[in-house]
């Protein structure tokens, strides 16, 4: 299969890439534009691989996009490229609205238009995956029940509501146009290669520099936790499988607050190196909570394991291990990042 994967670059489209080219046969072309938070290192040794292609390309422009399609030729897209962090959409809403909102209508006309050039048996195996987020679902209280395929959307902020216009668009070209696409939600994602600026990267780097740990309120907002390349499987396995219309909904049942992830890190880094001062829960500090900060996300992964025949298989405990781990074994990689791009300021935590 020929892929065209929008955001390759990035943390969760780098590792689909690499499942892409360690553990199948597709070909990929990568379309990203290289924002603040995209590394060509990310792909490690996919661009040695000749069924790696990489354009950089912002999805906004469809005059570009089309002669992507027009030249590789695919016979899918994986769409992950977004801006992502919700602390920047509360400082600067406009540039998600661009990438999420605006470059996914440019991306769903670039592959209508290449649809419709394609024959019957062609158009009919054709899928355009839109990969997308728990966040547009809104915030579950304690005691609701986790988000499924069809929890209805309550998106809370900026983040959230341009991903929930984006869901809306691709649904909408499936059923005015005919398009063949459907839509993947999954929770909180983590592992390598994860830019500094969320929570587990942030935090075992700040531990590792006997930095202040900071946590928002009173660090019991709750998230469903997903290894990074557990989902990059589930993703690929969507693309192959994936039915037009279908909504997937990617988790691995592993629901923690946000003081145990920190703890989790703490105590993992205490082990692998000690600290002379002492445990480093030591450094965690509250800090005034983000504007509309939701509470509580968690996924029921029943229906996407049983028809995408895929199911997590890290634990929290094993895919945080591994997390930390790697930060410790690339401190060039992050190092250069604080250095240069993201010193570790805090985001989001002001509202005009």
């Not at 990568?30 to 390309?57: H, I, K, L």
Request: aromatic share 10%; glycine share 6%.
């Amino acid at each position: 299969m020929r892929i065209l994967l929008t955001g390759g670059c990035g943390f969760i489209g780098s590792a689909v890439i690499r499942h892409i080219i360690r553990d199948t046969t597709h070909s990929v072309l990568n379309v990203d534009c290289m924002t603040y938070a995209a590394s060509e290192e990310t792909v490690e040794n996919a661009a040695e691989s000749g069924r790696y292609e990489f354009a950089r390309a912002n999805i906004v422009n469809g005059t570009e996009l089309s002669r992507l399609f027009e030249t590789f030729r695919p016979q899918a897209v994986m769409h992950l490229a977004a801006e992502s962090h919700v602390d920047r959409s509360i400082d600067g809403p406009g540039v998600f609205i661009q990438t999420n909102v605006v470059g996914t209508y440019s991306l769903l006309e670039a592959a209508r238009k290449y649809w419709l050039t394609l024959d019957k048996a062609e158009r009919e195996t054709f899928r355009f995956h839109h990969i997308s987020t728990d966040e547009v679902f809104g915030a579950l209280e304690p005691n609701d029940p986790p988000f499924t395929e069809t929890t209805p959307y309550d998106p809370r902020s900026p983040y959230s509501a341009s991903k929930a216009s984006s869901d809306h668009l691709v649904r909408a070209w499936h059923h005015t146009y005919g398009l063949p696409t459907f839509v993947t939600n999954t929770t909180n994602n983590y592992g390598i290669w994860h830019f500094p600026e969320k929570l587990i990267p942030l935090i075992t780097i700040n531990a590792i520099e006997g930095k202040d740990l900071p946590v928002y309120g009173d660090g019991k907002n709750v998230r469903d936790w997903l290894f990074v390349e557990d989902h990059a499987e589930a993703l690929v396995k969507a693309v192959e499988k994936g039915v037009p219309g279908e909504t997937y909904a990617i988790g691995a049942r592993q629901p923690r607050t946000n003081l145990e992830v920190v703890e989790a890190i703490c105590t993992v880094l205490d082990e692998l190196i000690p600290d002379p001062a002492g445990p480093r829960t030591r450094l965690i500090r509250f800090v005034t909570d983000r504007p509309g900060h939701d509470f509580r996300y968690e996924i029921d992964p029943s229906h996407a394991e049983k028809a995408l025949d895929w199911k997590a298989k890290h634990t929290f405990e094993t895919g945080i291990r591994r997390t930390v781990q790697w930060y410790l074994d690339n401190r060039e990689w992050w190092e250069g990042i604080r250095a240069r791009r993201y010193t570790g300021k805090r985001l989001g935590s002001t509202v005009e």
